[in-house]
């Protein structure tokens, strides 16, 4: 099986009624190639689709005078995606900001669906999970109790079962390089990454897939490998506008960062595509 990881900022208008562009809080960033966002349905659909991408959005900071837009441009892109290839969608600090409530946190469960779940998919587990809380719940201490419970719960169905991988899907990125390293915007705190990552290894997770840092980048603790994919839109270092691609086989995950001009122009390397017959 094989699943895209696609993190992307939403669609918005400007204010003086501008073509389309992306925003980037406060400042819109035009010109990335994305236009209203067609290129990401072409670019799945280019690629065999029996098995889920995700797809993380992301919009301009909720309360916005561009969110009703962007909400709206977002779902008549993902209603143009072909049907056979399910979305699951995972939330943000650009969903529910960066200290989440009871009510933008309401806002995305009504709009886009459950904001942490889990479901299985070929023998594999995938957690979906809230990582605002991880970041700074103190104005809704009880959902953040609430999806801590049920990570546990989950935690302990991924052990007894000894599935064939378990893998998660978070918006902020545990740790950026390494474990050890210092606390920052883009990472969870040194406190916070240690104590989840010893949770989740110890249940057996191999991987945790995530975004927010704009930039590929990524590293490993004990048998957890933390993946961090660049985005499809704003770019904040070197990388090119693209996705990764992630094949999940019996015995191992290998996963791929492409350009959406290396997928236009020759697909995805012959390696992955073997492995995808596996």
């Not at 989440?100 to 479901?119: H, I, K, L, M, R």
């Not at 996705?243 to 960062?257: F, G, N, P, S």
């Amino acid at each position: 099986m094989f699943f895209l990881h696609s993190v992307f900022r939403g669609l918005s208008h400007t204010p003086n009624g501008a073509p389309k562009s992306w925003a980037t809080k406060e400042t819109m960033v035009c010109g990335t190639g994305l236009g209203r966002g067609q290129p990401l349905g072409r670019h799945l659909e280019i690629l065999p689709h029996d098995h889920p991408p995700l797809c993380g959005p992301a919009f301009g900071p909720a309360g916005t005078r561009w969110r009703k837009e962007q909400t709206k441009d977002l779902q008549q892109v993902l209603k143009a995606i072909d049907q056979d290839i399910p979305l699951v969608l995972v939330s943000g600090n650009h969903d529910l900001g960066n200290i989440p409530t009871a009510e933008t946190v309401e806002e995305f469960c009504q709009t886009w669906g459950d904001d942490y779940f889990s479901f299985w998919v070929g023998g594999v587990l995938f957690l979906v999970l809230n990582s605002q809380f991880f970041y700074d719940a103190s104005k809704c201490p009880a959902l953040k109790q609430a999806q801590d419970h049920w990570l546990d719960q989950q935690l302990s169905i991924a052990e007894q079962r000894k599935c064939q991988h378990a893998i998660v899907f978070q918006h902020i990125p545990l740790f950026l390089c390494s474990i050890d390293e210092e606390d920052d915007y883009f990472n969870l705190t040194k406190a916070v990454r240690k104590e989840l990552a010893s949770r989740l290894t110890r249940a057996g997770i191999r991987a945790v897939f995530s975004g927010h840092y704009h930039r590929n980048a990524g590293g490993t603790y004990q048998d957890l490998d933390m993946v961090v994919s660049s985005a499809i839109g704003c770019q904040l270092g070197k990388d090119t506008h693209g996705l990764r691609v992630v094949v999940v086989t019996a015995e191992k995950i290998v996963h791929r960062y492409y350009s959406l001009d290396e997928l236009s122009r020759r697909g995805i390397d012959d390696d992955l595509k073997e492995l995808m017959k596996e």
